[in-house]
């Protein structure tokens, strides 16, 4: 008779011993709770040591592209689009055995982090899939960038549109935030504030406010 891989018993023991990932971490600056992929490597990196495996990840593929978003004032704005292919292959230290999961992962960002984001929403998503991992969530995470259509000009907007509710996440919310105060773009924030209070959550609208007035208070402006 075969013997079973130890792998197998090892990943139903860090299962046994995974509880749900909530929000728990708390922004006390800007007021709102966040759950990042620290939170989900925490839960799962003991329970991982604990049962004898190591994890290597191999870069199957990865795409870039640059993306012009149309922000909800109506501004076009450049950002990198990167969507990596990642196959993780979890090793037991036992008997060497081994099970490989591949994913993909997608992240935008303005700056120069757009690989780290999108390998560590990839390797995030891989634990969760594959620990089944309760998350504490109604919805799962969902991006709200709209892409620019391929004309340069700007699109003829009325003066004050009806604002639309904010659909992302709370993760979603403190990107959104960090991007537009690192680009001083107080359009965008107040289009985002309006979306906010549009949705009916007035602590996010807050930690609008306040990347506003920091942004104001650094141009000596009232």
């Given at each position: ?38 939170a ?37 704005r450049?950002?990198a ?84 509710p ?47 007035q ?9």
């Amino acid at each position: 008779m075969t013997d079973t891989p130890a792998i197998h018993g090892q990943m139903l023991a860090v299962m046994r011993a995974i509880g749900a990932v909530a929000k728990g971490d708390r922004n006390s600056e800007q007021g709102y709770s966040f759950r990042g992929v620290d939170a989900v490597v925490n839960a799962v990196g003991p329970a991982l040591r604990d049962a004898g495996i190591f994890l290597l990840p191999e870069v199957v593929e990865l795409n870039h592209a640059q993306v012009r978003l149309l922000g909800r004032g109506g501004n076009e704005r450049q950002a990198a689009s990167c969507t990596p292919v990642v196959c993780y292959r979890f090793i037991s230290g036992t008997d060497g055995s081994q099970v490989s999961v591949t994913v993909a992962g997608e992240a935008i960002d303005y700056g120069d982090k757009v690989v780290a984001k999108a390998m560590s929403v990839a390797y995030r998503i891989m634990l969760l899939q594959v620990f089944a991992i309760p998350t504490d969530d109604v919805e799962p995470d969902a991006e709200t960038y709209e892409r620019a259509a391929p004309s340069p000009r700007r699109p003829v907007l009325p003066a004050h549109p009806p604002a639309e509710p904010y659909t992302g996440t709370d993760d979603d919310f403190t990107i959104d935030v960090a991007n537009l105060e690192e680009v001083r773009d107080l359009d965008a924030l107040r289009e985002l504030w309006r979306s906010v209070t549009a949705s009916g959550r007035p602590d996010l609208a807050n930690a609008v406010s306040l990347a506003v007035q920091r942004i104001k208070d650094s141009e000596g402006k009232p």
